[in-house]
């Protein structure tokens, strides 16, 4: 049986490679757009078979789910003549360089490994010492919301400065009510929006002692919001200017800003949790972030600024 | 093996040439709307009869409970997902084969 393993791993990396050649050179963007959500799906399953659950579950839930969602729904609004010329476009010179410059810089790497590779150079060991100090028991949460909490504070803005740049694109093209004739959609939509919540719920509360938190949660609660869209729900995001929307769009950065704040005022260094109320202040930060990204996602979705009212778009 | 872990050995292997008939009819069939059908009835049944086995080998009802949630999960959004393409389909046009 564990021969058949190394082979696995082999037709797994080979697979990965040729998917990625296709989401980049197929003609048809379709076709390139199916294979990058393959593509995320399968890197998931690589990252298990690298022991690192936390990534496979946001690879899982934001490359393959959320993204492959938004590049459908932005190919379903490109006009068909822009299909061929895209098409051409992507077989140009520079495409290739792209291609096979990371290629050959792999190569070469795995070229100058030695045969017993040495001790990985990690801070690994630096986490696993120090963990204790964080109050969570999941090293992985530790690093994000503690020892480099720098760094989720500009991934949570990296989301917002996009969600920013899109409402000011201009109005969301969506409208809300049934498009398609099937009651299938709706019918499933509703059933199991609930399991979205409860599925991100249970994510966020295990980030704190297992693979799961803050990014796996909001995804799949964005995605829930995505479906619900999808069956043609009405959102609950507005555009108005008085709503909470804003609000809550913000909330993780913000949370995050004054968490880091107050404690620099109260003697410590940015970022620097006192040792008694790190574990609570984390699960705050994780709530807030969480909540904050599911929005988020949703409204990248949206393609521009939502209206203050939504319009039903009745049967067609 | 117990007697369980070789059924629930059997049950995989038995799930497998359902996956594996479903996706020859994805490639063989002449039109979309007998593709869908090969595909989603052969998946189901494989998956069922893989995640049943897998449950078995686990020795654990939880394992085996969470397995057979995942495989009524994958029924109902293959079922949405089959009705939305095949109606889609429909509604652009596409005639089925023999019409």
Redesign the interface.
């Known amino acids: 049986m564990d021969a058949l393993v190394p082979l696995f791993d082999a037709l797994l990396g080979a697979l990965l490679l040729w998917l990625a050649w296709q989401s980049i050179f197929a003609a048809d963007l379709f076709r390139a757009v199916v294979s990058f959500m393959i593509f995320g799906l399968l890197m998931a399953l690589a990252w298990v078979r690298l022991e690192a659950p936390d990534i496979a579950l946001a690879e899982a839930a934001i490359g393959a789910g959320v993204t492959g969602a938004l590049l459908l729904s932005a190919l379903g609004r490109l006009p068909r003549e822009r299909y061929a010329e895209a098409a051409q476009h992507i077989l140009s010179h520079s495409y290739w360089l792209l291609f096979w410059a990371p290629v050959v810089l792999l190569a070469w790497f795995l070229w100058s490994l030695e045969a017993a590779p040495p001790s990985p150079p990690g801070l690994g060991e630096m986490v696993a010492i120090h963990q204790p100090a964080a109050g969570v028991d999941n090293p992985v949460t530790a690093v994000l919301l503690a020892f480099r909490a720098l760094d989720t504070l500009l991934e949570i803005g990296v989301l917002l400065l996009g969600s920013l740049a899109i409402w000011s694109l201009g109005p969301s093209p969506w409208s809300t009510g049934p498009a398609?004739?099937?009651p299938?959609?709706p019918a499933?939509a509703r059933?199991?929006f609930p399991?979205f919540v409860l599925v991100s719920v249970y994510l966020l509360w295990r980030g704190s002692h297992a693979p799961g938190g803050a990014f796996p949660a909001g995804a799949v609660m964005g995605a829930g919001g995505v479906l619900m869209l999808l069956a043609g729900a009405r959102p609950w995001l507005t555009g108005g200017e008085q709503g909470p929307w804003r609000w809550l769009l913000t909330l993780g950065l913000g949370t995050m800003l004054v968490v880091a704040s107050v404690t620099q005022f109260a003697g410590y260094v940015f970022f620097q949790y006192p040792s008694d109320w790190s574990g609570r202040l984390i699960t705050l930060l994780e709530l807030a972030a969480g909540l904050s990204i599911a929005l988020l996602l949703f409204a990248l979705y949206l393609g521009g600024q939502p209206p203050v009212r939504w319009r039903d778009r009745g049967w067609q | 093996m117990s007697l369980v872990e070789w059924l629930g050995l059997l049950m995989v292997l038995f799930g497998l040439p359902f996956f594996f008939l479903g996706t020859v009819g994805l490639l063989r069939f002449p039109d979309v709307y007998t593709r869908l059908h090969a595909l989603a009835k052969g998946d189901n049944v494989g998956l069922g009869l893989v995640c049943l086995g897998l449950g078995l080998q686990s020795g654990s009802l939880a394992m085996t409970l969470k397995l057979l949630l995942i495989w009524i999960?994958m029924l109902?959004?293959s079922?949405?997902g089959v009705?939305?393409i095949a109606?889609?389909a429909l509604?652009r046009g596409v005639r089925p084969w023999g019409l």
Do not use: D, Q, V, W
């Open positions: 398609m004739p099937s299938a959609l499933m059933a199991l399991a | 999960l109902i959004a079922a949405t009705g939305l109606r889609t509604s």
